[in-house]
């Protein structure tokens, strides 16, 4: 059975940093691509890294040098490392596996997490 699940969210201050860690359990992170989106309040569901299965990783251009994605095949744990944190950074953030060939779009990601709250504000 596949899970994914999230967690290291939490309430920082603009400018701050924060680490997701997504721990995916029934499969292994080589066997589907693994990607981070986000969700803030009124707004699309908005795709932010993704891992594919042929190792490359790819950013949108909002968050390209303030996110990195990283993993650990012995965890079976993917990373979201977010930097230099803005308000508008504020949502709920999502880590997804599946079909990655339409990323940033989700609709191929067929394994979803239930999220992790980030809400930056001083």
């Known amino acids: 059975q596949v899970q994914l699940v999230e967690s290291g969210g939490g309430l920082v201050q603009p400018g701050g940093s924060l680490r997701l860690s997504c721990v995916a359990s029934?499969?292994?992170?080589?066997?589907?691509?693994i990607a981070w989106f986000r969700q803030a309040p009124g707004k699309e569901r908005e795709g932010l890294s993704c891992?594919?299965?042929?190792?490359?990783?790819y950013y949108a251009d909002s968050v390209k040098g303030r996110f990195i994605f990283s993993s650990d095949n012995v965890k079976n744990t993917v990373y979201l490392h977010l930097f230099n944190l803005k308000p508008e950074d504020t949502a709920v953030y999502y880590c997804?596996?599946?079909?990655?060939?339409?990323?940033?779009?989700?609709?191929?990601?067929?394994?979803w997490g239930q999220g992790t709250q980030v809400f930056v504000s001083s």
């Open positions: 997804a596996a599946g079909d990655g060939s339409a990323w940033p779009d989700p609709v191929h990601f067929g394994y």
């Open positions: 029934g499969f292994t992170l080589d066997y589907y691509a």
């Open positions: 891992f594919d299965t042929s190792g490359r990783t």
